[in-house]
């Protein structure tokens, strides 16, 4: 009897466990929401398939978690194939224990909605945009952020 209760309460808690939603925008929706957030932000542009974009992600989850007085919030934008959306790309941050909100980009051309976030990026991953709207600053990282330089760079983001 024992067993068939902690087997319910189990199933029923694994039922509450919301699943990581991921959501699908296009390019300027992405922008409207980074344009009009009153919290700094960190937009991570990355892909299941990117090594230095999964050794980078948890970096930045730990060290935005620590800055939890400071209301900066995470937004990771997978720009996975679209076949991978959502299934898969749900599946690879669950296996990653990702805790962050998900967006999956929704475009096909890279030589058009690149330029729209910074007219230096090329397409390449990782790429990482820092805005805080409050204090008018806004900061594009073309490469994968180094843990120590990640911490900087979110010092200045709230300072």
Request: glycine fraction near 2%; include cysteine; hydrophobic fraction near 45%.
């Amino acid at each position: 009897m024992k067993k068939i209760l902690l087997l319910i309460v189990l199933v029923s808690m694994y039922q509450l466990t919301p699943a990581q939603q991921i959501k699908k925008m296009k390019m300027n929706e992405l922008l409207k929401m980074i344009d009009t957030s009153s919290t700094p932000l960190v937009v991570n542009f990355w892909a299941s398939w990117c090594t230095p974009c999964i050794h980078e992600i948890p970096w930045f989850e730990k060290n935005v978690a620590a800055m939890a007085d400071k209301k900066v919030k995470l937004i990771l934008v997978s720009i996975d194939f679209p076949g991978e959306y959502p299934k898969n790309i749900a599946a690879f941050a669950k296996k990653n224990g990702y805790h962050s909100e998900i967006i999956w980009l929704n475009e096909t051309d890279a030589d058009e909605f690149c330029p729209k976030v910074d007219k230096s990026w090329q397409g390449a991953i990782p790429v990482t945009l820092m805005v805080n709207n409050q204090k008018k600053y806004k900061q594009f990282f073309n490469q994968q952020l180094p843990e120590p330089r990640l911490i900087q760079e979110l010092q200045k983001l709230v300072q």
